[in-house]
């Protein structure tokens, strides 16, 4: 079935320092999502992306999508302490309603 | 909005009882979702409905696990007898076009 890869598992960073998590499916996606989730919170959808190749910025976030549409990447330049949280990658597949997460990266940031 | 709703938000409960979690999602969105949160598994998809009809059931991971929709305001999950190895934290997601709004979850503890 469809899967849905992601890394790391698991960041600390000093506060400052860029960030990023790679996500890679088995298959080639209709478009992929990327949500945030804050510690006990629930994931908040952050951004989508359908094109191949397609790169998209919010503030210090740049989330990319692959030429082939396999993979992306989200970027966090500068970290703050309010980037704690684990993000998540979920991709779907054409026609598919159904979005498959990967096990997400768990980011730390130390002040 | 007040978003995707669901209750209870925490829930224990002892081996061999029945447990019936509820959503309601945004008023609208035509797809529901019901998630599972562990730490071993991560984000699983156990069941999605659209317009109210069953599409996907294949992520339920067993008989004692029941699902409905029996409008568009309401979906339950129930889970009959429940197990230790149930405790986990269920989300709910509705959909219309694009992304996820998510509910705050039900942490569920079977003791």
């Known amino acids: 079935g469809q899967q849905v890869m992601q890394i790391p598992q698991y960041q600390h960073v000093q506060e400052g320092e860029d960030f990023t998590t790679y996500c890679n499916s088995s298959t080639t996606l209709s478009n992929i999502q990327w949500y945030k989730q804050r510690p006990g919170g629930h994931p908040v959808f952050l951004i989508q992306l359908v094109k191949s190749g397609e790169v998209k910025k919010q503030k210090r976030l740049t989330f990319q999508f692959g030429e082939a549409k396999k993979n992306s990447s989200l970027h966090i330049t500068a970290t703050q302490t309010t980037d704690v949280g684990t993000y998540f990658c979920?991709?779907?597949?054409?026609?598919?309603?159904?979005?498959?997460f990967g096990a997400g990266t768990i980011l730390r940031v130390k002040s | 909005d007040a978003g995707v709703i669901q209750s209870p938000r925490h829930e224990v409960t002892e081996m061999g009882q029945e447990v019936t979690l509820r959503c309601k999602p945004i008023s609208g969105h035509d797809y529901l979702f019901w998630y599972r949160q562990t730490m071993m598994r991560g984000l699983e998809l156990l069941i999605y409905?659209?317009?109210?009809?069953?599409?996907?059931d294949s992520g339920m991971p067993e008989d004692r696990f029941s699902a409905k929709m029996p409008n568009a305001s309401f979906s339950t999950l129930k889970i009959q007898p429940s197990e230790p190895r149930d405790s986990a934290v269920y989300f709910c997601?509705?959909?219309?076009?694009?992304?996820?709004?998510f509910g705050s979850g039900t942490r569920l503890t079977v003791v």
């Open positions: 409905f659209n317009n109210n009809v069953p599409i996907d």
């Open positions: 979920a991709g779907s597949l054409k026609g598919g309603n159904k979005l498959v």
């Open positions: 997601a509705s959909k219309d076009r694009g992304s996820y709004t």
